[in-house]
């Protein structure tokens, strides 16, 4: 028996076989290097074609959020707004974005989640994989669209391109158990300081994106990224990411399982524009994989008031 290249269990920009496949693909050159540039730097920037009457809707709404929580000018996200707009439901299923993602992956985007931001994040350096992981690995990504323009000052993106190429690494290469969690972050804090540690020791470069409105980045699950300081204090930074799988894998959560012995933080999601849930597969068919045993802790601990 042959395995045939072509039908490898992984993206294709992983595939040790890529450069012959990508040849082999029926796209016109300038797609080809898009691909290429992916698959070479974890990331590409793209104009996702979505209307800009659309991104100021999309403000609007989301400042309408923040008025109704009172804290206009302490949040910095609106998890899963598409829930409540529809806008944002519309950006995550933006056509062009669509049919990027599917060739840069060769299979159908399954988009999960959304948070809407209006002031940077100054987030801490992190890989979506520890978050948003797979079986098979890879087949995840996220989208992040400019809703106004994001300067230098205002807490713009970092990456360090070249870095979906490192390991990933789960809770347990830090000696730790992450199905063990008490609460969602218990954990959290030993792996950024990992993260920090190790994107420094990796000699790659640190790169801050400029992004204009209506610009989308797209970044592979393992890049590493984080939000970079606000220098002009006061400035906002209106923003939308969409997390994307792909059809056809089996989704948790590392920050929370153990693997190895079984204990395993099955996602439960939907489809942001469908609203359909989420089937989690294996080599094609579906599995009633027993979910999350985060979940079970969280139940347990509201029983007991905790």
Known sequence: MEIDIHQLNMPWIDSPFFNTLLEEA???????????????NGYIIIDPEIPEEMLDEAVDALDGEY?????INETRRVLNGWRNHEVIQKIAGAPKVY?????????????????????????KTHSDSIHFHCIPHGFMCGVWVALEDVKLDNGPLH???????????????????????????????????????????????????????????????????????????????????????????????????????????????????????????YLGQVTNINNSVFDKLKKKMRRKGL
């Not at 990027?100 to 994040?121: A, C, D, H």
């Not at 190790?198 to 610009?215: N, P, T, W, Y």
């Open 159 to 281: 990456i360090y391109p070249k870095s979906h190429k490192l390991p990933f690494y789960d809770m347990s290469d830090l000696g730790l158990s992450g199905s063990s969690s008490k609460t969602e972050y218990e954990l959290y804090g030993y792996y950024e300081d990992f993260i920090g540690k190790m994107a420094a020791a990796s000699g790659l470069e640190r790169k801050l994106v400029e992004m204009k409105k209506g610009q989308a980045l797209i970044w592979a699950a393992n890049l590493l990224h984080g939000g970079s300081p606000i220098e002009r204090q006061g400035s906002t930074r209106y923003s939308q990411v969409t997390h994307y799988y792909f059809e056809d894998c089996i989704y948790y959560t590392p920050l929370h399982s153990d693997v190895a012995i079984g204990k395993m933080h099955v996602r439960n999601m939907h489809n942001v524009v469908t609203g359909e849930k989420i089937k989690h597969k």
């Open 26 to 40: 029926d796209y016109d050159e300038e797609i080809k290097e898009m691909i290429r540039y992916y698959a070479e």
């Open 67 to 71: 008025k109704m929580e009172g804290r």
């Open 99 to 123: 049919d990027i993602l599917k060739k840069l992956y060769q299979r159908e985007p399954v988009p999960f989640q959304t948070l809407n931001f209006n002031i940077g994040t100054e987030q």
